[in-house]
């Protein structure tokens, strides 16, 4: 069943129950208010009646008194203790004589429903003792026909029935657009996710009208979702466009060099060597290229990291010891306190650290100082060379995937222009920063922003 049918179908059925609810309360209200009030006043007939009568009086007199008492269909009747009339007047002999007379020394009053002329009809009586000498010498009978209630309760339950039914109906019509007008936007975002299933293209929802209401909001996520979704897809396709770009160059040196070991190599040793000696350089770089692809793909899934406190004076000093020993360079490491510690994954921290001195080597040829920093929240590593620079307008480009400032010079150092794209990934995962300052000709200065101790468990929230 369809949510709008469903909404729609539990509100007029709630409807319902609440005006028949209200029915009730108005219709057996109206009913006590209505009876007590005809009582009241049949007493208060009795009671001017009993003042008037004399003891003295013969019959015909007292008749004539009780007469101009008498209402449409009624009777007044004086019964005697034995239970018999001593004296009735009426204008309907029928129920007269369907209503025995009863002696009482107690006012009371009664309900009776009998049957006249094929009817059932509602009877109020109401009996007062009439006393003398202070005996109870007979009692009072007034008995009416409740002819005004009758219509009243058969009026007022037509009216309720009718309310009853236009408030179903309206609640019905009413229900139908309120949860149309609610399930528009759904509708639209089902039918642009159904749209998103079969084309397999990403697609945002049209918001027609602003009514910041949590429908609204859940559009907007949705477009939001589906903007990153688009984004993400967008970086995937040029990734895959830009790895296969510059796989292409060494794979067809590569297949350049086979070609020639197959045509030729074999006769003359020294080509031979030249060919096995550049195939050897090309899957070497290959080889990095991959890890490289991998580390970003591992840098940019999002993955938690391990964080944990890390001294890194002595992180700094075991990875130069590994660099040294590779690279003979002399890299110096300045710092004001021996122990700086921070929280964070210790092997990507040292990957991207790794990465940073890894450009300073390939860009200078001079020496590579390391400073260790603590600022306000953050702990800063910065990695500072006295080599070629980057040109001022290149700065912002350095973090781009694949991007060299100097194409032909990467080659020859073994570049992939991915370096520096996941030592920001790396920051970014540790909700860090990674600034390069550097003046084309004098030098590069590449700063790691770690936020101090935000953890919690033993991972980087
Ligand atoms: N210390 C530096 N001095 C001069 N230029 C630099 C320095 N660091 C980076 N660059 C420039 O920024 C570019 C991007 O650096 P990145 O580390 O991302 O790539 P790469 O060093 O070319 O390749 P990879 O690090 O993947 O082997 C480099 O090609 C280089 O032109
Ligand atoms: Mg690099």
């Known amino acids: 069943m369809k949510i709008t049918t469903k909404i729609n179908l539990i509100t007029t059925a709630w409807i319902i129950c609440v005006l028949l609810a209200v029915n009730a309360v ?23 009646l009993i003042n008037e009568i004399n003891k003295e009086d013969s019959q015909s007199v007292i008749k004539e008194k009780l007469t101009p008492y008498l209402t449409n269909q009624s009777f007044i009747r004086i019964v005697q203790p034995d239970a018999k009339i001593i004296n009735q007047v009426t ?27 094929h009817q059932e009809e509602q009877i109020a009586i109401v009996r007062v003792p009439i006393q003398a000498h202070g005996q109870v010498v007979g009692t009072l009978e007034f008995g009416e026909k409740l002819v005004g209630l009758e ?20 609640s019905l019509l009413g229900g139908r ?5 609610i399930m528009r936007p759904i509708s639209n975002m089902i039918n642009t996710m159904e749209d998103i299933e079969k084309s ?41 466009s830009d790895a296969s770009h510059e796989l292409k160059t060494p794979l067809t040196v590569i297949k350049s060099y086979a070609d020639l070991l197959l045509r030729r190599g074999l006769q003359n040793e020294e080509v031979a060597h030249d060919a096995i000696e550049s195939i050897h350089l090309e899957a070497t770089r290959i080889q990095k290229m991959t890890e490289r692809f991998l580390d970003l793909a591992d840098t940019e899934s999002g993955n938690r990291l391990e964080a944990k406190s ?3 004076v002595a992180l700094c000093e075991l990875i130069f010891k590994q660099l040294k020993s590779a690279y003979k360079r002399e890299i110096s490491l300045h710092y004001q306190e021996p122990d700086i510690s921070v929280v964070a994954d210790e092997v990507k921290l040292k990957q991207a650290i790794i990465i940073l001195i890894d450009n300073a080597i390939k860009y200078s040829k001079d020496k590579i100082d390391v400073y260790l920093k603590e600022k306000e929240q953050w702990t800063i590593i910065s990695v500072k060379d006295y080599g070629i620079g980057i040109p001022e307008c290149e700065i912002e480009n350095v973090f ?51 936020p101090k101790g935000r953890w919690k468990g033993n991972v980087f929230e």
């Not at 009863?102 to 009664?110: D, I, N």
């Not at 058969?154 to 236009?166: A, V």
């Not at 657009?177 to 007008?181: A, K, P, Q, V």
């Open 151 to 170: 219509t009243g309760k058969d009026l007022l339950l037509s009216i309720l029935t009718f309310c009853t039914i236009l408030g179903a109906v309206l």
């Open 177 to 181: 657009w309120l949860s149309n007008l």
């Open 400 to 450: 781009e995937r694949f991007y060299r400032v100097d194409k032909a010079r990467s080659r020859e150092t073994g570049g992939t222009g991915l370096g520096l794209s996941i030592a920001k990934n790396i920051m970014k995962q540790h909700q860090g920063e990674i600034i390069v300052r550097s003046t084309e000709g004098v030098g590069t200065e590449v700063e790691l922003f770690l």
């Open 200 to 240: 397999g293209i990403p697609k945002k929802i049209v918001i027609q009208h602003e009514t910041k209401d949590e429908l609204q909001k859940l559009a907007v996520t949705f477009n939001r979702m589906i903007g990153r979704l688009e984004e993400n897809l967008e970086k995937q396709r040029q990734f895959i």
């Open 310 to 312: 890390i001294n890194v």
């Open 91 to 117: 204008n309907d002999q029928q129920l007269a004589s369907k209503i025995k007379p009863k002696f009482t020394s107690e006012k009371g009053t009664e309900r009776r429903t009998i049957r006249l002329n």
């Open 26 to 48: 108005v219709f057996f209200s109206f009913m006590k208010i209505t009876v007590n009030m005809e009582d009241s006043e049949l007493f208060q007939k009795a009671d001017y």
